[in-house]
């Protein structure tokens, strides 16, 4: 069986009529995206459907539309009567997509839409192409192979996908493939500068006073070239933050000239750090993290220590130095 | 004569041989791109060339290939000899490349190649396009009907000068035909993730320190619909800070949600005081701006008051107030 199988898939989503579509728990701009384009495009040939993620969908990706279509399968109770066919997308695995999973059938026939090359193929029928940047480039593909017509937005669900996926097109996964299909459902519809300001322009307040209180910890050793910040409980509090506020905070460190590894530490409690590494290039941070049980890419890993933050600081830190000595 | 002489322009180029090409003033990444892509379409012909600009080039751009060869008309003496064919690009005027004039003969003949909708039509032959979001994206369409082959570092150059002109493609200038120019520069060897690293993601650390001194000052007004920072010249000292290091500084007031306006005052002297606006979109900061003597465009103007700074952030607050309200 072909892992891309568009044939497959096309005569999947024809001979179906009520389906249920899934992504995965914590979903980011991508898997919300595709969840719904894929939902617009079974709409499009007149057949039914529920979206369903068990978690919530972030607040910033509300404006796309139909997000507020979306149900929450860790909150919501199953329906009474479970689905027999099901699109997941964006999902490497079948455990991703977490408690929406007790929202389906055990007959039930499943298409399996991602671009993770992790994907373990789960499914009756699989449209997997690692090659993409988003899964939202092969709900491009699906779109154009099924002749659907194309709305604003659609246009602006794939757009979405592959702006954040591709962090706005800086990351290395983008190809020119990734801005040509951007360009195209910029004529489709879709605003660029609208999409880039509710996605990677806004902030919340919260995020700016962290990133204050950040700077202000900002550290560096090794003639710059690590360089890291800390953030406590206490500081969350004061900044009435949410996890999803300090997204990209280890980014100021790592982008400083001469840095080759940022680091943040975040205090989650007394003996408990969570660690975000970031590299430059030159260190593969996934393999130092996987030292300490942590992982990741080769630019971005993680690690979760069990100490006090000064001596999580110390021990990475420590490590890095010797590694980058 | 027509703004935008596509077959004047290419005659102009295969009809002379020694040229000079130059710039603007305060180069950014658009104007030091083109110029460097109007260099390698003139030697790929065979022919000579100089180029200049009346001023450094910021260091962040001088990863571009042949960067390092452009001659500061600004600390250089005029060559004995001046230049009798000139190629200006990026300039709305012929004044905006300064010094840069100063080398070009009395009976030369200039080919003016620019995307500013106020270019003043100077020159023998013009290549106007004021949809183009860079004077890149009008490089581009030189180098297609001319059929010069495509090299790296000419794709470079045109991807370069879109990105910057475009804030990363997340401007409301940024248009289909800037993406899809920007894919195919990718297929002929830009690397995007390379050159959004240089240009966009790469910051100084007296930025990052300046950015930490300012958020110190963050302040609200009108219900968070009015945030600014403020800068001080001993704040400059002592981060050790150049005036580029407070590039982007404006857009974190800005970007923090619920602000329609974001402002950063710069204390230049003690009775002088420069001054960023930043719009969201609902209030035209360049009306606001020309009532106190400034300029700029709807979404991003500046004022130059004479005063010290904290009776600035009275009367530019207060007066915005006034008009919010």
Same mark, same amino acid.
């Given at each position: 069986?072909?892992?891309?199988?568009?044939?497959?898939?096309?005569?999947?989503?024809?001979? #179906?009529?009520?389906?249920?579509?899934?992504?995965?728990?914590?979903? +980011?701009?991508?898997?919300?995206?595709?969840?719904?384009?894929?939902?617009?495009?079974?709409?499009?040939?007149?057949?039914?459907?529920?979206?369903?993620?068990?978690?919530?969908?972030?607040?910033?990706? =509300?404006?796309?539309?139909?997000?507020?279509?979306?149900?929450?399968?860790?909150?919501?109770?199953?329906?009474?009567?479970?689905?027999?066919?099901?699109?997941?997308?964006?999902?490497?695995?079948?455990?991703?997509?977490?408690?929406?999973?007790?929202?389906?059938?055990? +007959?039930?026939?499943?298409?399996?839409?991602?671009?993770?090359?992790?994907?373990?193929?789960?499914?009756?029928?699989?449209?997997?192409?690692?090659?993409?940047?988003?899964?939202?480039?092969?709900?491009?593909?699906?779109?154009?192979?099924?002749?659907?017509?194309?709305?604003?937005?659609?246009?602006?669900?794939?757009?979405?996908?592959?702006?954040? +996926?591709?962090?706005?097109?800086?990351?290395?996964?983008?190809?020119?493939?990734?801005?040509?299909?951007?360009?195209? =459902?910029?004529?489709?519809?879709?605003?660029?500068?609208?999409?880039?300001?509710?996605?990677?322009?806004?902030?919340?307040?919260?995020?700016?006073?962290?990133?204050?209180?950040?700077?202000?910890?900002?550290? @560096?050793?090794?003639?710059?070239?690590?360089?890291?910040?800390?953030?406590?409980?206490?500081?969350?509090?004061?900044?009435?933050?949410?996890?999803?506020?300090?997204?990209?905070?280890?980014?100021?460190?790592?982008?400083?000239? #001469?840095?080759?590894?940022?680091?943040?530490?975040?205090?989650?409690?007394?003996?408990?750090?969570?660690?975000?590494?970031?590299?430059?290039?030159?260190? +593969?941070?996934?393999? @130092?993290?996987?030292?300490?049980?942590?992982?990741?890419?080769?630019?971005?890993?993680?690690?979760?220590?069990? =100490?006090?933050?000064?001596?999580?600081?110390?021990?990475?830190?420590?490590?890095?130095?010797?590694?980058?000595?």
């Amino acid at each position: 069986m072909s892992r891309f199988d568009m044939e497959g898939a096309i005569n999947f989503i024809r001979e #179906g009529d009520d389906f249920l579509i899934v992504s995965h728990v914590q979903p +980011d701009g991508d898997a919300v995206s595709s969840l719904l384009a894929a939902a617009l495009v079974v709409r499009s040939l007149g057949k039914r459907c529920t979206t369903a993620i068990a978690d919530r969908v972030p607040p910033k990706l =509300m404006f796309l539309p139909g997000s507020d279509l979306i149900r929450n399968a860790r909150t919501e109770e199953p329906p009474g009567r479970l689905y027999s066919r099901v699109i997941a997308v964006d999902c490497a695995d079948f455990s991703r997509m977490g408690m929406a999973a007790n929202w389906i059938g055990d +007959d039930a026939r499943l298409l399996n839409i991602d671009h993770h090359p992790t994907n373990d193929g789960f499914g009756d029928v699989t449209l997997i192409r690692p090659e993409a940047a988003a899964t939202a480039e092969i709900l491009h593909e699906l779109v154009t192979a099924m002749g659907v017509r194309w709305t604003k937005p659609l246009a602006e669900c794939i757009y979405t996908g592959i702006l954040t +996926d591709t962090g706005g097109f800086r990351y290395t996964n983008a190809t020119p493939a990734s801005l040509r299909i951007a360009s195209e =459902m910029m004529e489709h519809g879709a605003s660029g500068s609208r999409i880039a300001e509710h996605l990677l322009e806004r902030v919340s307040l919260a995020h700016v006073i962290l990133l204050k209180k950040a700077l202000a910890t900002l550290s @560096f050793t090794e003639g710059n070239r690590i360089g890291w910040v800390t953030v406590t409980r206490s500081d969350m509090e004061e900044a009435n933050a949410q996890s999803e506020d300090l997204e990209g905070l280890v980014n100021y460190p790592r982008n400083i000239e #001469g840095v080759e590894v940022g680091i943040l530490f975040k205090e989650v409690d007394e003996n408990k750090v969570k660690v975000s590494l970031r590299s430059a290039g030159a260190v +593969d941070v996934a393999a @130092f993290a996987k030292s300490f049980g942590g992982g990741g890419h080769v630019r971005a890993a993680g690690i979760t220590l069990h =100490m006090p933050l000064q001596e999580a600081v110390e021990t990475v830190v420590g490590g890095l130095r010797g590694l980058m000595a």
